[in-house]
Protein backbone atom coordinates (compact mmCIF):
# COMPACT_ATOMS: atom_id res chain seq x y z
CA UNK A 1 0.00 0.00 0.00
CA UNK A 2 1.20 3.66 -0.72
CA UNK A 3 1.31 5.64 2.02
CA UNK A 4 3.12 8.75 3.40
CA UNK A 5 4.37 9.72 -0.10
CA UNK A 6 4.76 13.32 1.83
CA UNK A 7 4.16 14.38 4.96
CA UNK A 8 3.40 17.69 6.21
CA UNK A 9 3.12 18.15 10.29
CA UNK A 10 2.81 21.97 10.53
CA UNK A 11 3.20 23.83 14.21
CA UNK A 12 -0.38 23.69 15.38
CA UNK A 13 -0.18 26.97 15.94
CA UNK A 14 1.07 27.67 12.60
CA UNK A 15 -1.35 25.38 10.19
CA UNK A 16 -2.80 22.16 11.87
CA UNK A 17 -2.27 20.73 9.01
CA UNK A 18 -1.54 17.23 8.62
CA UNK A 19 -1.43 15.45 4.43
CA UNK A 20 -0.94 12.24 4.14
CA UNK A 21 -2.41 9.70 0.81
CA UNK A 22 -4.35 7.08 0.95
CA UNK A 23 -5.56 7.08 4.63
CA UNK A 24 -8.83 8.06 5.01
CA UNK A 25 -10.14 11.63 5.88
CA UNK A 26 -9.77 12.61 9.34
CA UNK A 27 -10.35 16.29 11.12
CA UNK A 28 -8.70 18.08 13.57
CA UNK A 29 -11.60 16.56 16.26
CA UNK A 30 -10.78 13.01 15.08
CA UNK A 31 -13.51 12.18 13.12
CA UNK A 32 -13.19 10.20 10.24
CA UNK A 33 -15.17 11.77 7.32
CA UNK A 34 -17.39 9.00 5.21
CA UNK A 35 -20.38 10.50 3.91
CA UNK A 36 -20.57 12.70 1.32
CA UNK A 37 -23.33 14.49 0.10
CA UNK A 38 -23.39 15.74 -3.52
CA UNK A 39 -26.23 18.38 -4.81
CA UNK A 40 -26.74 17.75 -8.24
CA UNK A 41 -28.47 21.31 -8.37
CA UNK A 42 -29.81 24.24 -6.16
CA UNK A 43 -33.40 24.81 -8.54
CA UNK A 44 -36.58 23.34 -6.83
CA UNK A 45 -39.93 22.81 -8.41
CA UNK A 46 -41.08 22.92 -4.97
CA UNK A 47 -41.78 25.97 -2.61
CA UNK A 48 -41.20 23.91 0.91
CA UNK A 49 -41.89 27.06 3.19
CA UNK A 50 -39.13 25.77 5.60
CA UNK A 51 -36.83 25.35 3.15
CA UNK A 52 -37.04 27.93 -0.30
CA UNK A 53 -40.25 29.48 -0.16
CA UNK A 54 -39.72 32.23 -2.47
CA UNK A 55 -37.75 30.05 -5.17
CA UNK A 56 -34.15 30.77 -6.01
CA UNK A 57 -32.25 33.74 -6.55
CA UNK A 58 -31.51 34.41 -9.95
CA UNK A 59 -29.56 31.73 -11.51
CA UNK A 60 -26.03 30.81 -11.07
CA UNK A 61 -24.18 30.98 -14.93
CA UNK A 62 -24.90 27.58 -16.07
CA UNK A 63 -21.03 26.92 -16.22
CA UNK A 64 -20.37 27.46 -12.31
CA UNK A 65 -22.69 24.36 -11.91
CA UNK A 66 -19.97 21.14 -12.13
CA UNK A 67 -20.56 18.70 -14.73
CA UNK A 68 -21.28 15.29 -14.41
CA UNK A 69 -17.59 14.45 -15.67
CA UNK A 70 -16.45 16.91 -12.82
CA UNK A 71 -18.57 15.12 -10.06
CA UNK A 72 -17.34 11.39 -10.83
CA UNK A 73 -14.09 12.29 -10.96
CA UNK A 74 -14.25 14.50 -7.83
CA UNK A 75 -16.20 11.83 -6.28
CA UNK A 76 -13.67 9.21 -7.42
CA UNK A 77 -10.74 10.74 -5.18
CA UNK A 78 -13.22 11.50 -2.35
CA UNK A 79 -13.55 7.30 -2.49
CA UNK A 80 -9.94 6.67 -2.71
CA UNK A 81 -10.00 9.12 0.65
CA UNK A 82 -12.32 6.51 2.31
CA UNK A 83 -15.58 7.98 0.89
CA UNK A 84 -17.82 5.18 1.59
CA UNK A 85 -21.65 6.89 0.90
CA UNK A 86 -22.59 9.07 -1.55
CA UNK A 87 -26.29 10.65 -1.06
CA UNK A 88 -27.43 13.05 -4.15
CA UNK A 89 -29.58 15.63 -3.04
CA UNK A 90 -30.52 19.44 -3.97
CA UNK A 91 -32.39 21.46 -4.82
CA UNK A 92 -34.26 18.73 -6.41
CA UNK A 93 -31.90 16.48 -7.79
CA UNK A 94 -34.23 14.98 -10.28
CA UNK A 95 -34.49 18.08 -11.81
CA UNK A 96 -31.19 17.45 -13.41
CA UNK A 97 -30.92 16.00 -16.81
CA UNK A 98 -29.81 12.41 -17.18
CA UNK A 99 -29.47 11.45 -13.23
CA UNK A 100 -29.51 7.77 -13.94
CA UNK A 101 -26.10 8.24 -16.27
CA UNK A 102 -24.72 10.28 -13.40
CA UNK A 103 -25.76 7.31 -10.75
CA UNK A 104 -24.42 4.90 -13.12
CA UNK A 105 -21.06 7.16 -13.22
CA UNK A 106 -20.80 6.92 -9.20
CA UNK A 107 -21.43 3.17 -9.26
CA UNK A 108 -18.53 2.21 -10.52
CA UNK A 109 -16.87 3.54 -7.62
CA UNK A 110 -18.28 0.21 -6.25
CA UNK A 111 -17.51 -1.91 -4.06
CA UNK A 112 -15.38 1.05 -2.32
CA UNK A 113 -18.09 2.93 -2.39
CA UNK A 114 -20.79 0.97 -0.11
CA UNK A 115 -23.79 3.17 -0.24
CA UNK A 116 -25.33 5.40 -3.45
CA UNK A 117 -28.24 6.97 -2.19
CA UNK A 118 -30.94 9.80 -3.52
CA UNK A 119 -32.94 12.48 -1.47
CA UNK A 120 -35.93 13.79 -3.39
CA UNK A 121 -39.42 15.56 -3.05
CA UNK A 122 -40.68 12.28 -5.51
CA UNK A 123 -42.37 14.32 -7.66
CA UNK A 124 -40.77 12.93 -10.72
CA UNK A 125 -39.12 9.87 -9.07
CA UNK A 126 -41.83 7.32 -10.66
CA UNK A 127 -40.83 8.10 -14.26
CA UNK A 128 -37.39 7.72 -13.02
CA UNK A 129 -37.25 4.86 -10.60
CA UNK A 130 -36.48 1.80 -13.30
CA UNK A 131 -33.81 3.87 -14.80
CA UNK A 132 -31.99 5.00 -11.34
CA UNK A 133 -31.97 1.22 -9.85
CA UNK A 134 -30.87 -0.10 -13.49
CA UNK A 135 -27.42 2.36 -12.91
CA UNK A 136 -27.01 1.44 -9.78
CA UNK A 137 -28.94 3.44 -7.18
CA UNK A 138 -29.28 1.72 -3.83
CA UNK A 139 -31.47 3.37 -1.80
CA UNK A 140 -33.97 6.44 -1.96
CA UNK A 141 -35.29 9.00 0.71
CA UNK A 142 -38.48 10.79 -0.12
CA UNK A 143 -39.61 13.88 1.43
CA UNK A 144 -43.48 13.56 2.58
CA UNK A 145 -44.27 16.47 5.23
CA UNK A 146 -48.48 15.81 5.44
CA UNK A 147 -50.80 12.96 4.17
CA UNK A 148 -53.24 15.59 3.87
CA UNK A 149 -53.70 16.72 -0.09
CA UNK A 150 -54.67 20.23 1.14
CA UNK A 151 -51.99 20.83 3.68
CA UNK A 152 -49.28 19.11 1.43
CA UNK A 153 -50.22 21.91 -1.35
CA UNK A 154 -50.13 24.44 1.58
CA UNK A 155 -46.34 23.42 2.47
CA UNK A 156 -44.66 22.54 -0.57
CA UNK A 157 -46.87 25.21 -3.24
CA UNK A 158 -47.32 21.84 -5.15
CA UNK A 159 -50.63 20.10 -5.73
CA UNK A 160 -48.66 16.88 -5.46
CA UNK A 161 -49.52 14.55 -2.40
CA UNK A 162 -51.05 11.39 -5.04
CA UNK A 163 -47.66 11.96 -7.14
CA UNK A 164 -45.40 11.69 -3.68
CA UNK A 165 -47.62 8.49 -2.61
CA UNK A 166 -47.25 6.90 -5.68
CA UNK A 167 -43.02 7.64 -6.21
CA UNK A 168 -42.87 5.39 -2.81
CA UNK A 169 -45.20 2.70 -4.09
CA UNK A 170 -42.79 2.58 -7.21
CA UNK A 171 -39.70 2.76 -4.74
CA UNK A 172 -40.89 -0.36 -3.18
CA UNK A 173 -41.62 -1.88 -6.00
CA UNK A 174 -38.42 -1.42 -8.11
CA UNK A 175 -36.77 -2.56 -4.82
CA UNK A 176 -35.15 0.40 -3.00
CA UNK A 177 -34.15 -0.99 0.14
CA UNK A 178 -34.93 0.56 2.69
CA UNK A 179 -37.66 3.44 1.49
CA UNK A 180 -36.89 6.29 3.84
CA UNK A 181 -39.44 9.13 4.35
CA UNK A 182 -38.20 12.35 5.93
CA UNK A 183 -40.99 14.56 7.09
CA UNK A 184 -39.98 18.02 8.37
CA UNK A 185 -42.02 18.37 12.09
CA UNK A 186 -43.14 22.31 12.69
CA UNK A 187 -44.65 23.54 15.42
CA UNK A 188 -48.48 24.34 14.13
CA UNK A 189 -48.14 23.21 11.21
CA UNK A 190 -48.01 19.65 10.70
CA UNK A 191 -47.04 18.36 14.42
CA UNK A 192 -50.61 17.03 15.04
CA UNK A 193 -49.56 14.27 12.28
CA UNK A 194 -46.89 12.90 13.86
CA UNK A 195 -48.91 10.03 14.82
CA UNK A 196 -50.31 9.08 11.55
CA UNK A 197 -47.10 9.78 10.08
CA UNK A 198 -45.82 6.28 12.22
CA UNK A 199 -48.97 4.34 11.38
CA UNK A 200 -48.39 5.01 7.51
CA UNK A 201 -44.61 3.66 8.46
CA UNK A 202 -45.99 0.28 10.05
CA UNK A 203 -48.98 0.09 7.50
CA UNK A 204 -46.48 0.67 4.50
CA UNK A 205 -42.92 -0.91 6.20
CA UNK A 206 -41.11 2.34 5.73
CA UNK A 207 -38.31 3.70 7.30
CA UNK A 208 -39.95 7.65 8.87
CA UNK A 209 -37.48 9.61 9.30
CA UNK A 210 -38.84 12.98 12.10
CA UNK A 211 -36.67 15.89 11.40
CA UNK A 212 -36.31 19.03 14.07
CA UNK A 213 -36.90 22.54 11.84
CA UNK A 214 -33.58 23.90 11.29
CA UNK A 215 -32.49 27.49 10.56
CA UNK A 216 -31.63 27.02 7.31
CA UNK A 217 -34.95 28.39 5.61
CA UNK A 218 -34.38 31.10 2.56
CA UNK A 219 -37.25 32.93 4.57
CA UNK A 220 -35.43 33.15 7.24
CA UNK A 221 -38.97 32.63 9.10
CA UNK A 222 -37.12 30.24 11.35
CA UNK A 223 -38.32 30.66 15.06
CA UNK A 224 -37.21 28.54 18.02
CA UNK A 225 -40.76 28.10 19.14
CA UNK A 226 -41.25 26.04 15.59
CA UNK A 227 -39.17 23.46 16.77
CA UNK A 228 -40.98 20.20 17.88
CA UNK A 229 -38.33 18.49 19.69
CA UNK A 230 -37.46 15.20 19.19
CA UNK A 231 -38.46 14.60 22.77
CA UNK A 232 -41.87 15.29 21.84
CA UNK A 233 -41.70 13.92 19.05
CA UNK A 234 -40.87 10.43 20.70
CA UNK A 235 -43.61 10.85 23.39
CA UNK A 236 -46.39 11.45 20.85
CA UNK A 237 -45.46 8.17 19.29
CA UNK A 238 -44.52 6.11 21.64
CA UNK A 239 -48.15 6.78 23.43
CA UNK A 240 -49.76 5.36 20.69
CA UNK A 241 -47.26 2.66 19.32
CA UNK A 242 -44.72 1.93 22.01
CA UNK A 243 -41.47 2.15 20.66
CA UNK A 244 -38.09 0.00 21.40
CA UNK A 245 -34.71 1.83 20.55
CA UNK A 246 -32.64 -0.12 17.93
CA UNK A 247 -29.23 1.76 18.55
CA UNK A 248 -28.22 2.33 21.97
CA UNK A 249 -25.02 4.30 20.14
CA UNK A 250 -25.60 6.62 17.29
CA UNK A 251 -22.10 6.71 16.34
CA UNK A 252 -21.63 8.69 13.00
CA UNK A 253 -25.63 8.32 12.25
CA UNK A 254 -28.22 11.15 12.56
CA UNK A 255 -31.31 9.16 14.06
CA UNK A 256 -32.62 7.64 17.07
CA UNK A 257 -33.93 4.61 15.04
CA UNK A 258 -36.72 2.79 16.76
CA UNK A 259 -38.96 -0.35 15.81
CA UNK A 260 -42.54 -0.71 17.01
CA UNK A 261 -42.45 -2.75 20.51
CA UNK A 262 -45.56 -4.61 19.44
CA UNK A 263 -43.46 -6.24 16.65
CA UNK A 264 -45.50 -4.16 14.02
CA UNK A 265 -43.51 -3.15 10.60
CA UNK A 266 -41.24 -0.37 9.58
CA UNK A 267 -39.28 1.80 11.71
CA UNK A 268 -38.94 5.20 13.65
CA UNK A 269 -36.13 7.72 13.22
CA UNK A 270 -36.01 11.10 15.14
CA UNK A 271 -33.32 13.55 13.79
CA UNK A 272 -32.92 15.97 16.48
CA UNK A 273 -29.97 18.41 15.04
CA UNK A 274 -31.03 21.23 17.05
CA UNK A 275 -32.15 20.23 20.67
CA UNK A 276 -29.60 17.41 20.61
CA UNK A 277 -26.64 18.39 18.84
CA UNK A 278 -24.76 15.34 17.42
CA UNK A 279 -21.92 17.10 16.09
CA UNK A 280 -19.17 15.01 17.97
CA UNK A 281 -19.05 11.95 15.89
CA UNK A 282 -20.47 13.65 12.63
CA UNK A 283 -18.66 12.03 9.25
CA UNK A 284 -20.34 14.18 6.54
CA UNK A 285 -19.09 16.35 4.04
CA UNK A 286 -20.84 18.41 1.54
CA UNK A 287 -20.14 19.78 -2.43
CA UNK A 288 -22.61 22.09 -3.49
CA UNK A 289 -23.55 22.67 -7.02
CA UNK A 290 -21.07 25.17 -8.01
CA UNK A 291 -18.64 23.23 -6.24
CA UNK A 292 -18.14 24.15 -3.05
CA UNK A 293 -17.40 22.08 -0.32
CA UNK A 294 -19.00 22.89 2.80
CA UNK A 295 -17.57 20.75 5.84
CA UNK A 296 -20.85 21.78 8.32
CA UNK A 297 -24.33 22.59 7.40
CA UNK A 298 -23.67 25.65 9.11
CA UNK A 299 -20.76 26.76 7.85
CA UNK A 300 -20.38 30.16 7.05
CA UNK A 301 -17.60 29.87 4.79
CA UNK A 302 -17.09 27.35 1.87
CA UNK A 303 -14.02 26.07 0.09
CA UNK A 304 -14.18 26.18 -4.07
CA UNK A 305 -12.75 22.96 -5.24
CA UNK A 306 -14.74 23.76 -8.61
CA UNK A 307 -12.07 26.27 -9.48
CA UNK A 308 -9.08 24.76 -7.99
CA UNK A 309 -10.29 21.45 -10.26
CA UNK A 310 -10.87 23.65 -13.09
CA UNK A 311 -7.34 25.75 -13.02
CA UNK A 312 -5.44 22.30 -13.91
CA UNK A 313 -4.55 20.96 -10.41
CA UNK A 314 -2.75 17.57 -10.18
CA UNK A 315 -5.11 14.81 -8.47
CA UNK A 316 -2.11 15.08 -5.35
CA UNK A 317 -2.85 18.82 -5.39
CA UNK A 318 -6.52 18.29 -5.32
CA UNK A 319 -6.01 15.78 -2.33
CA UNK A 320 -3.85 17.94 -0.54
CA UNK A 321 -7.13 20.79 -1.08
CA UNK A 322 -9.30 18.20 0.66
CA UNK A 323 -7.60 16.96 3.08
CA UNK A 324 -6.67 20.98 4.02
CA UNK A 325 -10.38 21.72 3.83
CA UNK A 326 -11.43 18.51 6.16
CA UNK A 327 -9.17 18.64 8.52
CA UNK A 328 -10.51 22.41 9.69
CA UNK A 329 -14.40 21.10 9.69
CA UNK A 330 -15.93 22.97 12.70
CA UNK A 331 -15.91 21.40 15.61
CA UNK A 332 -20.08 22.20 16.25
CA UNK A 333 -22.93 23.85 15.25
CA UNK A 334 -23.86 26.97 17.43
CA UNK A 335 -27.64 26.90 16.35
CA UNK A 336 -27.84 27.26 20.36
CA UNK A 337 -25.63 29.92 20.83
CA UNK A 338 -27.56 33.80 21.05
CA UNK A 339 -24.93 34.88 18.65
CA UNK A 340 -25.86 32.67 15.79
CA UNK A 341 -25.59 33.36 12.80
CA UNK A 342 -27.44 31.77 9.75
CA UNK A 343 -25.47 30.99 6.67
CA UNK A 344 -25.66 33.15 3.87
CA UNK A 345 -26.65 29.74 1.79
CA UNK A 346 -29.79 27.68 2.56
CA UNK A 347 -30.46 24.68 2.44
CA UNK A 348 -31.96 23.95 -1.40
CA UNK A 349 -28.44 25.20 -1.94
CA UNK A 350 -26.20 23.33 1.04
CA UNK A 351 -28.01 20.16 -0.23
CA UNK A 352 -29.72 18.61 3.06
N1 LIG B 1 -35.60 18.30 -2.81
C1 LIG B 1 -35.28 17.08 -2.18
C2 LIG B 1 -36.24 16.76 -1.06
O1 LIG B 1 -36.99 17.64 -0.65
O2 LIG B 1 -36.22 15.62 -0.60
C3 LIG B 1 -33.85 17.01 -1.68
C4 LIG B 1 -33.28 18.25 -1.06
S1 LIG B 1 -34.01 18.73 0.48
C5 LIG B 1 -33.07 20.16 0.86
C6 LIG B 1 -33.40 17.46 1.56
C7 LIG B 1 -34.11 17.33 2.88
O3 LIG B 1 -33.87 18.49 3.63
C8 LIG B 1 -35.60 17.19 2.75
O4 LIG B 1 -36.05 16.01 3.36
C9 LIG B 1 -36.14 18.41 3.46
O5 LIG B 1 -37.33 18.13 4.13
C10 LIG B 1 -35.01 18.76 4.41
N2 LIG B 1 -35.03 20.17 4.81
C11 LIG B 1 -35.10 21.25 4.01
N3 LIG B 1 -35.11 22.39 4.73
C12 LIG B 1 -35.05 22.02 6.03
C13 LIG B 1 -35.03 22.72 7.25
N4 LIG B 1 -35.08 24.06 7.30
N5 LIG B 1 -34.96 22.03 8.41
C14 LIG B 1 -34.90 20.66 8.39
N6 LIG B 1 -34.90 19.93 7.25
C15 LIG B 1 -34.98 20.60 6.08
FE1 LIG C 1 -37.26 21.78 -2.81
FE2 LIG C 1 -36.55 19.79 -1.21
FE3 LIG C 1 -36.30 22.35 -0.42
FE4 LIG C 1 -38.74 21.33 -0.65
S1 LIG C 1 -37.14 20.63 0.77
S2 LIG C 1 -38.06 23.34 -1.46
S3 LIG C 1 -38.48 19.96 -2.35
S4 LIG C 1 -35.19 21.39 -2.04
New binding site residues.
Given amino acids: MKVNRRIYICSPLVDKLSIIYNVPLLDAHNRTIRDLRI?LTDR?N?R?F???PNGEPPLARKDTILTFEEIAYISEIFVSLGIQKIRL?????LLRKDVPVMVAQLARLKPRLTDLAL????FDFTRKAGSLKDAGLDRV???L?SLKADRFHEITGVDALDKVLTAIESAKSFGFDPVKI???IVRGCNDDEIVDFARFARENDVKM?F???????SGHD?QRSSVVSGNEIYEAIHSQFPLKLKNSSRESETAWKYEFSDGGKGEIGIIAPVTEMFCGACSRIRLTADGQIRTCLFSTNEHNLRDFVRSGASREEIVEFIQGVVIKKEPRHHINDPKFVQPAR???F???
Fill in positions: SCFCYCLTGGEPTTNGTLSDNAVRIEFMPLDWTMSIGG
